[in-house]
Nanobody
C-alpha cells in the first residue's frame, strides 16, 4: 500500500510561482510512475505532468506551455511540481498520483494511488 500526501498549495498572485510536493510512503516509490493532476470546479480532472520511476522520462499537458516542471527525488520518496507564471486558469485542486506503469502516463485510469489534494488559487 502506498500513501501520498501533497503539500505546498496556497494563494498566489498571477505571474507568481509555487512548488508542490508529494511525499510517498512505502518501498514501491522508485518503481512507480508519478503524476500530477488538477481539477477545477465544474471541470474534469486532467493530468498536467507525469514522470517515470527513474525520473528520466516526462510528459506534460500541451496547454501548460512549459510553465510547469515535474521532478522527483527517489531517496526522499518525493515528487515535485514547480509551477511558474501562474494564471487564474491554473486555480484548481492539485492531486499527486502513483501508477505501477513505471514509464509514467497521462491516463488517470492507470493510476492506483491518489493523494487527498492541495488547493492552488491564483488571483488576478
Amino acid at each position: 500500500q502506498v500513501q501520498l500526501v501533497e503539500s505546498g498549495g496556497g494563494l498566489v498572485q498571477a505571474g507568481g510561482s509555487l512548488r508542490l510536493s508529494c511525499a510517498a510512503s512505502g518501498r514501491l516509490f522508485s518503481g512507480m510512475g508519478m503524476g500530477w493532476f488538477r481539477q477545477a470546479p465544474g471541470k474534469e480532472r486532467e493530468c498536467v505532468a507525469a514522470i517515470s520511476g527513474s525520473g528520466g522520462n516526462y510528459w506534460y499537458a500541451d496547454s501548460l506551455k512549459g510553465r510547469f516542471t515535474i521532478s522527483r527525488d527517489n531517496a526522499r520518496n518525493t515528487v515535485y511540481l514547480q509551477m511558474s507564471s501562474l494564471e487564474p486558469e491554473d486555480t484548481a485542486v492539485y492531486y499527486c498520483a502513483g501508477t505501477r506503469v513505471g514509464s509514467g502516463t497521462g491516463r488517470a485510469g492507470l493510476y492506483d494511488y491518489w493523494g487527498q489534494g492541495t488547493q492552488v488559487t491564483v488571483s488576478s
